[in-house]
């Protein structure tokens, strides 16, 4: 695991004000896989002094959905349609978490992932799965989709 | 849609450091049913300015906990063993948001809860579902689980 | 729940040899939601003389893929892209069993849906959700699919 | 792919009435994974002539349920207490169908699984996961689970 360095604001953070408020940092990117990583700490427990399942299931959906962005076709970019989160273990204070997604389909609508969320010590924390759609992207090189009527 | 007083510190902050932090409060809580609400703010977006679909897990997650624990059997309480989330909608920034949880099924050893969040003008934003297991609970009483060896 | 004649060969089993062989009827369509019932006899069963997972499963998939038909886009087909299975209580040889489809959402490239199994007393076996994708009709008005090159 | 020899009945189908039907036979069981097969047939079809979704389903819930079964803790046995399926591309009449389940971890009380459907060829067909919970024999030794009153 190589822990990128904090002192360097990250791509992730800069786009995604959550993931920076969240602490998650991307940890590797390649042709269908990616890694990211959060240490737990203090603001990601729910009650019972374990990480919230809300924390574990972002960690999940972020990694598929980095590793499904790579490949999306010319003016589309994929959405989260559904997400299967399975937890393991509880997550601890203090605990360095990786989270590896992993595209197993690329269509020409949706794409397919799954995803595993593991301690630095490799236990499994939490597995997960997402069917991704893409759609197409109303406002190319902006930063904010327009808001859609209902 | 009865907002808390937020100048009254709210239980599940109280006992939930994550959900303070997204600011998450509970509306209602009934014998099988929970409500919580959220206001979208700029702490919750992903890229493209909308929020993260692990906010919108989270609050399934909390919402459809919530309506389980109401009923553990003596001495448990629920974990979440899967969560099946949904996404319709984008939710915008400024958004307040509306979580639902409902209990399905109760069993001795598991529980089944269906959720939805919705805009406060009624409009689907995503539906869930959830499978819940309840554990023996080793520290009744005791804010913090103690940490099992793995 | 109203019974279909057994004696009149039904659509869904003239469009379905599968739902035929598992003896799938349907009982009632309307403009969001479906209702479907078999009995449940010998060949549904699986080990330990309980209905098979995959019975339940495809009374779900069935009813509400029915129910997201009814209003697909000019020139398209819904196909499920995911399906949620939560499985609440076996079902025994001889029940009959009933399962509802409901929609949630339409979009213009995806429909989510809920649904239910219950035996005819209203006992709660399953309930299930889907994500649906609606696919450009390759083939309309034919009774098959022409088979793509993978 | 080693295909069983069909003049030998199989214990799959010996056991289950549902898999005789479908006509699936085991092909390989190992430590914590299982590959069962089936050939698409008339009888297997939805409408446009494809392999029903319930028949992808109950692919996935045999293999991995199996796969779980190895190792259930004594005087259990595992139900599937959740299913995912993710359908990617559709079966067609005539394809011969691999479908493997793996373990991805065992507790005392649940069990989670990962599986995939394939053609022979290799081609993704679907991808699964499934939580299973462990639950008290009734009946060791016996065929059939005795009916618990509602």
Redesign the interface.
Request: hydrophobic share 35%; aromatic share 6%; net charge positive.
């Given at each position: 695991m190589t822990r990128p360095d904090p002192s360097e604001p990250h791509e992730l953070s800069r786009?995604?004000?959550?993931?920076a408020?969240?602490g998650v940092s991307l940890v590797e990117r390649s042709e269908r896989q990616a890694t990211i990583c959060l240490t737990v700490d203090?603001?990601?427990?729910?009650?019972?002094?374990?990480?919230?399942?809300?924390?574990i299931?972002?960690?999940l959906?972020?990694a598929m959905?980095i590793a499904v962005a790579e490949h999306s076709p010319e003016g589309k970019?994929p959405?989260?349609?559904?997400?299967?989160?399975?937890?393991?273990?509880?997550a601890?204070d203090g605990e360095d978490l990786l989270a590896t997604g992993e595209v197993?389909?690329y269509?020409s609508?949706?794409a397919?992932a799954?995803g595993e969320v593991r301690t630095a010590?490799g236990?499994?924390v939490a597995?997960g799965?997402g069917?991704f759609?893409f759609?197409v992207d109303p406002a190319p090189g902006q930063?904010?989709?327009p808001?859609?009527p209902?």
């Open positions: 786009r995604s004000p959550f993931l408020t969240l203090e603001q990601h427990l729910r009650s019972r002094g374990i990480a919230h399942g809300g924390v299931a972002a960690l959906d972020t959905g970019f959405v989260t349609a559904q997400l299967d989160t399975k937890f393991v273990r509880p601890w197993c389909h269509g609508q949706t397919v799954r010590q236990v499994l597995t799965s069917t759609v759609v930063d904010r989709l808001r859609r209902d």
